[in-house]
Structures are given as C-alpha cells and as structure tokens.
C-alpha cells in the first residue's frame, strides 16, 4: 500500500494485489455469516500493519440487534487492538457508512472503500461517500 496525504488526512492507495486478497477473504467470509451460512453479508478490511479481519453479518430475530458486518469487522479489529483501518470491502449502507466515517475521523486515515464493479475494482475514499458529514471532527474522549 502506498501512503498519501489528503487535505489533514491520510489516505492509502492499495495495490490490485491487496484488493484482491481484501475481496477474496469477504467472499470466503460469507460461508461464516450468522445464523446461516451464506445468509447476510460479509466484509473484510485491511489495517495499517497490512493485516486483514473479516466481519459478518449477525442476525437477530428482533431485527434491531441484527449487527452489520462492517460493524462486527471493526470490532474484531479492535479486539485484536488495531484501530488503524485503511481500507474496507464496500459497498456499504449509510448506517455502516457513518460508523466507517467516524472510525476515519478518529485514526486520521481517509478510509478506502475497495468496490469490485463490471469486472474494475475502484478504491473509494469513504470521505467522498458522505457529502454533509456528521460530527466534522472525532467525538470521543480518546
Ligand atoms: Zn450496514
């Protein structure tokens, strides 16, 4: 990955390589989604140490604590004590847009959405998904 400076962010471009490997492990992930395999949605993100966790969708029969698996990737990230995320299988809905916003606003890295469209894979810099951001700058007591 190459590292760039956007604005007061930093941004990292990926290579075809990594994309790949980033598509490729969401795609093996989907077999992991919760309660059935292959029922939902998976997704994969890359940090700055170039390691890779994949997140699944988990269901809820109350529908409301059904959790996204951009939601439970950032999570395994954070387990394992990586914060630093630089890049994330898309697309995404708003609701996992805005926690992949705010994850960026608070690491400083301009997150890239790593999309795989009529056969191209485009990296996307989720900062350019969200038009009119909510909150402009990290809220949390770090
Ligand atoms: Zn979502």
């Known amino acids: 990955m190459i590292e760039k400076t956007l604005g007061n962010k930093k941004v990292y471009e ?4 990594e994309c790949e490997k980033l598509l490729k492990a969401a ?5 992991n989604t919760f309660p ?3 029922d939902g949605f998976a997704v994969a993100l890359m940090t ?7 997140g699944v969708s988990y269901k809820s029969d109350t ?3 059904t959790m ?3 939601a439970t ?3 395994h990230a954070a387990i394992h004590g990586e914060k630093e995320i630089v890049a994330i299988t898309g697309p995404n809905c708003h609701i996992c847009k805005q926690l992949i916003y ?3 606003l608070c690491s400083g890295i301009d997150i890239v959405v790593v999309i795989e469209e009529d056969g191209k894979i485009k990296q996307i810099p989720i900062s350019k998904t969200m038009p009119y951001p909510w909150p402009r700058e990290c809220m949390k007591i770090l």
């Open 14 to 17: 990926l290579s075809k390589e």
């Open 27 to 31: 795609d093996e992930a989907m077999k």
């Open 36 to 38: 059935k395999s292959n």
């Open 48 to 54: 700055k140490s170039g390691n890779i966790y994949i």
């Open 63 to 65: 529908e409301t604590l």
């Open 68 to 70: 996204h698996s951009e």
């Open 73 to 75: 990737a950032l999570a």
């Open 102 to 104: 705010e994850s960026s």
